[in-house]
């Protein structure tokens, strides 16, 4: 998919150029306003050109990629129109590396003087403050190494600067390189040394829980969803598969509970590996959100039996299925987990390493 950021100071003809683009446009595009995502704002609004306002700013910038991002996975180019200043581009790459878009940066900049007689002259413009449509025009004066995405439309109608772009980006001209996503830092905390058995069981099962988020971060759902013969597992799998270890032990077998979403519905007669296989149809956002509610619904539970005050020797409400071994342990439990994730783990710094070369601890 394609991604147009068509920006600019106030009265650069952004919505105008935005709207031609798109109708001349060869496959099914979108056009996002970001004023949109301004006015939604009801009630605790700032002026995103007013000191602050930056919060703000960074959470309509997380909204308008994320709708970008849903528009795209649907098969839409997008183009935005809005003041989206280089200081906002890093979540834009960010999310053409993770989604494999084609990314467009293009700036109408005209002069300061035809900047503030179209800004201020408009009736229906919000913005038509004379100091803040020279500080927005500021902000574009001066592009860096991104000055080769700036078009002079001071003396240009909407209609032959639309034109003058589709054509350069027809030629491959304003697109941002897409940077190689980065892996994500080790943010792991090594268990303690000396702690009693309860924290230092729980630490470890920690490590192993961020060993395999740290493993599994900066890939595509295309990586996530690569097999590697002769073995047939995936990271994505993987992911979804801790996913059902955690909830199968702490919620089926501790408390004796049902399953969480997705997998108390699952038709696991039909396949008894539907976790491995169904991970192909979810996003990467959704696989490590899967595992992070399973994870926080564990230690919730694992709380509770602490709190009960039978610690470690709790036993399960569900017991083993081997005849005559009756119900598990909490201590038992966090011990088969530890090892789950470290046994899966091994796998996941294989499968990691044959994808990009990633290698680590």
């Known amino acids: 998919m394609t991604v147009t950021l068509l920006t600019g100071p106030p009265g650069a003809g952004k919505t105008t150029v935005a709207v031609l683009l798109a109708a001349d446009a060869e496959r099914p595009t979108v056009t996002l306003t970001t004023d949109t995502f301004y006015r939604s704002i009801s009630t605790g609004f700032v002026p995103p050109y007013l000191a602050g306002s930056q919060r703000q700013n960074e959470v309509v910038a997380d909204a308008i990629v994320a709708a970008t991002t849903a528009y795209a996975r649907g098969g839409y180019d ?3 129109d809005g003041v989206v200043g280089p200081w906002f581009l890093p979540r834009f790459r960010a999310a053409a590396a993770r989604e494999d878009w084609d990314l467009a940066y293009v700036v109408l900049r005209p002069g300061l003087d035809a900047t503030l007689a179209r800004a201020t002259g408009r009736a229906d413009a919000e913005l038509r403050d004379p100091a803040a449509v020279r500080s927005m025009h500021a902000a574009f004066a001066d592009l860096g190494e991104l000055e080769p995405h700036a078009r002079d439309t001071t003396d240009e109608e909407p209609a ?168 598990f342990s909490l201590r038992w439990i966090l011990v088969h987990m530890i090892e789950e994730y470290a046994r899966h783990n091994g796998q996941v710094d294989l499968i990691r390493e044959a994808i990009d070369g990633a290698t680590g601890e």
């Open 160 to 327: 032959a600067t639309a034109t003058a772009v589709r054509a350069a980006l027809d030629d491959g001209a304003f697109r941002l390189p897409t940077p190689a996503p980065e892996a994500e830092e080790d943010r792991r905390v090594d268990p303690p040394l000396r702690a009693d058995e309860l924290t230092t069981l729980r630490a470890f099962l920690d490590f192993h829980r961020d060993t395999l988020r740290w493993k599994t971060a900066g890939l595509t759902a295309e990586q996530l969803n690569a097999v590697h013969p002769p073995s047939s597992l995936t990271l994505g799998g993987l992911l979804k598969h801790l996913a059902l270890v955690e909830t199968d032990w702490f919620a089926v077998k501790l408390d004796g509970d049902t399953a969480m979403a997705p997998f108390d519905t699952a038709d696991w007669d039909a396949d008894r590996d539907w976790e491995f296989h169904s991970a192909a149809d979810d996003s990467p956002e959704e696989l490590r959100a899967l595992l992070d509610a399973a994870v926080a619904d564990s230690d919730r539970r694992v709380d509770a039996a602490v709190a009960a005050g039978e610690g470690l020797d709790r036993l399960s409400r569900t017991e083993s299925n081997r005849p005559g071994e009756g119900a």
């Open 78 to 80: 997008v183009v935005l």
